[in-house]
């Protein structure tokens, strides 16, 4: 029994482990962006070095979920940590902001493998009672990494160089597949189904388009441009097609049938609306610290720690409860949490003191932690090994593509306001800030950059800053709250002990 549990433990560890470098490095490149641009050059392609990553590791989260039902977990999950090893190692050798993107997106290959399969593999060698524990904890390790990667990212290109920012990945990715490899034992029969490779090419099509869209429109181009219309309407005639495709076969990657369950819909799209108000949070409170109070980048992102350890606290402890409750229950306190901390971020203002700063992200913290394991598990709740896969990585490129379009709807709202704001606070005063600072709030985040401002136009700057910030916050509760009467369509089920259908894995 005891080597048993020892096999369990190390099965666990390992699939944690891939997950957590998965999930981080969405975010752990982005404090490292100036460093690395500084180095290798190229300003004008940064943008892809992110969005290389984000795209592969969407597009590929529905299809190795799929490939995952129908030849096996352990084999993709192996796949997908070569896949992301091989990457962040070329990362590190990266000479140029092409090459760099071009390694990046090897890495998300590899990354949209990992985090829908561990989440499916615990569901498969854990038996009910100890789902909720585990989805609780595996919920905690996916928030953890959304917030605890910027700080993290930020501490190695200031302390060690940017190349560890992907170098670390290799020694975490060996002891992962180490224990995935050697103690994690699958049954050997799987449901042989065909490959729907026409859905894979629309699908991948369809999301390049619609992301280099969201990431280049208003910054490189002009939303009205020919290449952003052009790119929306890539996207939209390739998810026309992906859409009859996957009506059509035999065994689509994305299975519109499991739309039909309630629970699985609802749960679902509140992941998407969950997803964008995460990222308002999480994005602009660093700026706000930076901007506002002044501080370095390693700084700011140590004020989202509060907000890391609350969302830790009840991703686990809504693991615990679904056993108790239903998932609409906890999901409607999750809700009500969440909205609450969006009306205190919606008060801040330049004298609002740290301290209050930091409770009201302990409060956004409890709020989104809920969703992280919950609604995971609700996810997957109503299917079988065969299509737990499918079920999860459907449900997790949702909830990413509710935080990219989240990101990107946020960024032009803010700094739209900033521009407007600031223009306002000095019209009439014949002196405008020069440079870069008008509609760019990054040029407050540079310590050197504030001191070279005459303090009567750097508070007039700030204050825009602020409100601008705020009155983000104020839009994201627009899908906090869509979310949550949302939550009132899941239903009534909680998780229930019953006898493991024949045929699971076993560690």
Partial sequence: MEKNNRKFGLVVAGLMLGMLMSAMDNTIVVTAMGTIVGDLGGLENFVWVVSAYMVAEMAGMPIFGKLSDMYGRKRFFIMGLLLFMGGSALCGTADSIIQLSIYRAIQGVGGGALIPIAFTIIFDIFPPEKRGKMGGLFGAVFGLSSIFGPLLGAYITDNIGWHWVFYINLPLGILSLIFISLFYKESPIHQKQSVDWWGAITLIGAVVCLMFALE????????????????????????????????????????????????????????????????????????????????????????????????????????????????????????????????????????????????????????????????????????????????????????????????????????????????????????????????????????????????????????????????????????????????????????????????????
């Fill in 216 to 507: 280049l429109g208003g910054q490189k181009y002009d939303w009205n441009s020919g290449i952003i219309i052009g790119l929306f309407s890539g996207f939209a005639v390739l998810f026309l097609i992906f859409t009859i495709v996957e009506t059509k076969v035999k065994d689509p990657i994305i299975s519109f049938s499991m739309f039909k369950n309630r629970l699985y819909a609802s749960s679902t799209i509140v992941g998407l609306f969950y997803g964008a108000a995460f990222m308002a949070a999480t994005v602009y409170i660093p700026i706000f610290v930076q901007g506002v109070y002044g501080g370095s980048a390693t700084n700011s992102g140590l004020i989202l720690l509060p907000m890391m350890f609350g969302s830790v606290i009840t991703a686990q402890i809504g693991g615990i409860l679904v056993s108790k409750m239903s998932y609409q229950k906890i999901m409607f306190i999750s809700g009500v949490i969440l909205i609450v901390g969006f009306l205190l971020l919606s008060t801040l203002t330049v004298d609002t003191s740290r301290v209050l700063l930091t409770l009201y992200m302990v409060v956004i913290g409890f709020g989104v932690g809920f969703s992280f394991s919950v609604l995971s598990m609700a996810a997957i709740h109503s299917f079988g090994i065969n299509q737990r896969g499918s079920a999860t990585s459907t449900s997790n490129f949702i909830r990413s593509l509710g935080m990219t379009v989240g990101i990107t709807i946020f960024g032009t709202i803010q700094r739209n306001i900033f521009k407007v704001k600031l223009e306002d606070a000095f019209s009439g005063m014949g002196q405008m800030p020069k440079g870069g600072v008008i509609g760019d709030s990054r040029s407050l985040l540079s310590a050197q950059a504030r001191k070279l401002i005459p303090p009567q136009i750097l508070d007039k700057i700030t204050e825009a800053l602020s409100n601008s910030i705020v009155h983000t916050f104020m839009w994201a509760l627009i899908p906090a709250c869509l979310a949550f009467l949302l939550i009132f369509v899941m239903g009534k089920e909680r998780m229930v002990f019953e006898d493991e259908i024949p045929g699971n894995e076993t560690v």
